[in-house]
């Protein structure tokens, strides 16, 4: 069992500590919000006053917050996890956030501590972390991979070795924009049914069960019929995805029209009050350009 270590305990961080500690691992945590730890705390996680002292009391540590700016928070200054490393630590970040700053990172990690970082960035949710069935996109030192890969397999059965620093948070960006892309046309096809004069929840079921159904249709298609309370992941954080995707093809010469498209539809939920939810509701935005009321 490892010596772990993890810094933002948020909704997909707390998830990731559950399992982890589930798994036997000793995880030393913290979070800038300290009242997201105590259930954590409860199960057996210790808990550290900052992120270096969690860098400190680990071999391995991960982190995972919401963009390049809470990474950079929580990595540099003399609390931050750099201050934290030494040789022989591995440094592992999962947030999804800009490529060029992780690349960055990871030589910054290198050159002032003798560390190793990799990006480890994660395609799933809260519920697929639950379940056990989030995968992972890892970039960087190949060795270092293999050290980290039983602990990842411990969270999620899937882990890819794609490249060097840098290279795995790009993988995510490219897999996330489709997120939204397939949302898009999938509420455009129950529309297009709705106004047919077919059942909304008619036309979920057949196309939930017709050859466009991917695992992400199947999974977030039903919440055009009631989308949940609490966002799986809401309209700024696929709103911040969709802005680094097009951030990247901008530098790579890579014309992205459909993720520029339903970009626009993240700005539009938030002006008619809807950005706290799922990105699914893109689906009531649509709506209501169609003339349909959701209720919403
Ligand atoms: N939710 C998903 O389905 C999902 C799936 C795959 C990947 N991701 C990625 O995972 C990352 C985290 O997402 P999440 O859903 O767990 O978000 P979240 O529940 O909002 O948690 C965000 C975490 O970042 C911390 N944080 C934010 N700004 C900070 C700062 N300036 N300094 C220190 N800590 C800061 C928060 O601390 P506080 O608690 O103090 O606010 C919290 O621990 C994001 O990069 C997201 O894109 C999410």
Known sequence: ?????????????????????AAGHTVTGTNRTRSKAAPLVELGMRWADTPRQVAQAADIVFSMVTNTGAVEAVTQGPDGILAGLAPGKLYVDMSTMSPDYSKALADQVAAETGAKMLDAPVSGSTITLEQGKASFMVGGDAGAFETIKPVLLDIGPKAFHVGENGKAVAMKIAVNLSLAVQMLAFSEGVLLAEKSGISRQQAVEVMTNSVIASPMVIYRGPFVLGHPEEALFDCTMMQKDLNLAIELGQKLNVPLPTTAAVNEYMSAARGMGLGHYDFSIIFDVLARMAGVDTGR
Do not use: D
């Open 1 to 21: 069992m490892a010596n772990l270590g993890y810094v933002g305990l948020g909704a997909m961080g707390s998830g990731m500590v559950k399992r982890l500690l």
